[in-house]
């Protein structure tokens, strides 16, 4: 059974950091497309940055020079690193693990965690 399990949310202050992890078990992430997707309230949820074993890390371009993605392979864990945050990066953010090739497409992603909650105050 594949179980992603994130920890890392928090609450900061415009400008402020952050470090999400997301701990996979179940299921060797070096041969899937592990994302990052937030979810604000009322909105769909949309990728932030999705990291492959064969392809450069993607980013949407809200987060491009903020966010990085990487992964540790031998704990099997998936990061996002948020620096600069901003008001509008508050959101659910949640870990996906899904078929290679999956990119930004949420529908490709068949595994979810629960998600932790990042809140940036102005």
């Known amino acids: 059974q594949v179980q992603l399990v994130e920890s890392g949310g928090g609450s900061v202050q415009a400008g402020g950091s952050l470090m999400l992890s997301c701990v996979v078990s179940?299921?060797?992430?070096?041969?899937?497309?592990m994302g990052w997707f937030r979810q604000g309230v009322g909105e769909e949820r949309r990728a932030v940055a999705i990291w492959s074993a064969v392809a450069r890390p993607t980013y949407v371009d809200s987060v491009k020079g903020r966010f990085t993605i990487s992964h540790d392979r031998v704990k099997n864990t998936l990061y996002l690193n948020m620096t600069n945050l901003k008001p509008e990066d508050s959101a659910v953010f949640v870990c996906?693990?899904?078929?290679?090739?999956?990119?930004?497409?949420?529908?490709?992603?068949?595994?979810w965690g629960r998600g932790v909650e990042v809140a940036v105050s102005s």
């Open positions: 179940g299921a060797d992430m070096w041969n899937m497309d």
């Open positions: 996906a693990a899904g078929r290679r090739g999956a990119g930004l497409s949420a529908q490709w992603y068949h595994y």
